[in-house]
């Protein structure tokens, strides 16, 4: 692996507020050994906005994974030069913002995509097979065989075809699914390279067996999936959603798993994060995980590796230019 250059800067402060590049040992010290001058976030909690802007309130520079970045969390970051981001959403960031304020934004696409895409076909697997609700009914000594159904075979809608969409129909080319895409996009190349059918939203919605999301979070997908979308999807059919909370309404979604009006669906992403409400996560045609879709060991490596770069490399150029 490239090893990263120290960069040519006066020992920048460098403020990292997220939990999970804090708990990576190596990923700490990458950033300690050419930002000898970092700082994390010890406190075990995400920060409340106002801890985060007493965190950044002296920082040269920030690595920020969710934490929601605007002009009042700024106010007082008046060092501030760069924001690194560790991770690919960008929709926490006001760019806008950071463009009047002159903050430079450090960002690399895709670098999570392998690991959010195995999420969303595990999900696919363990709800069709009944791999969940089998084996919570097992660990509560319920002895049910039902084995579900195999995955192979069903037609599978994948909203949102960018890296993570793409490298998940990638992993169910071997799957023989009917594979039906709709992305604002023209993806017609690439779904004609990969045995796919790029289509608009209302068919995907009501011929899909699986429906899985994979879109930004903006004004065109928020709360995308909510009355309309949900009663047009079979009643077999399940939805699963690694890509933003807000995409979904989770209160129609709620109304419809208590109906049954779908078979289920399965969520790694949530409006609110931690989720509270507990009668929804008790549903058991709901399956949940707490945010880890990027989060497997070689991606947050991946994408803390990215950070730091778009760091080394400003820092660098700062110094040339001065």
């Known amino acids: 692996r490239k090893q990263t250059q120290s960069p040519a800067s006066s020992n920048p402060r460098v403020a990292t507020p997220s939990i999970s590049f804090g708990k990576s040992a190596i990923l700490r010290k990458e950033l300690e050994r050419v930002f000898p001058n970092s700082f994390f976030n010890e406190s075990g909690h995400i920060f409340s906005e106002a801890e985060l802007v007493e965190f950044l309130k002296d920082a040269d520079a920030a690595i920020i994974g969710t934490e929601i970045i605007t002009d009042q969390i700024l106010n007082k970051a008046s060092r501030l030069k760069i924001i690194s981001k560790y991770g690919v959403g960008l929709d926490n960031i006001d760019q806008e913002v950071l463009k009047s304020r002159n903050i430079a934004l450090g960002w690399t696409g895709g670098t999570n995509r392998r690991s959010a895409s195995e999420l969303a076909l595990c999900f696919m697997l363990g709800l069709c097979r009944n791999v969940f609700g089998a084996g919570y ?40 699914c009917t594979l039906l895409v709709c992305d604002i996009v023209d993806k017609s190349k690439f779904c004609q390279e990969h045995n796919a059918k790029q289509t608009d939203l209302e068919n995907l919605v009501t011929k899909s067996d699986i429906i899985s999301l994979h879109v930004p979070l903006t004004s065109l997908t928020t709360k995308m999936v909510g009355e309309k979308f949900l009663s047009r999807m079979k009643p077999t059919a399940y939805l699963i959603n690694t890509c933003r909370g807000d995409v979904v309404d989770q209160g129609v979604l709620k109304k419809y798993l208590m109906q049954g009006s779908i078979a289920g669906a399965a969520l790694d992403v949530f409006a609110e994060e931690p989720p509270t409400d507990e009668e929804f996560l008790s549903l058991p045609n709901l399956m949940v995980t707490p945010h880890i879709g990027g989060n497997a060991k070689e991606a947050v490596e991946a994408m803390g590796r990215a950070a730091i770069q778009h760091l080394v490399s400003f820092f660098r150029n700062f110094q040339a230019r001065d």
């Open 137 to 176: 009914k097992l660990k509560r000594s319920q002895w049910e065989k039902e084995g579900g159904q195999q995955l192979t075979g069903k037609t599978v809608g994948i909203i949102g075809c960018g890296n993570i969409g793409s490298d998940l129909i990638n992993l169910l080319t071997p799957l023989q």
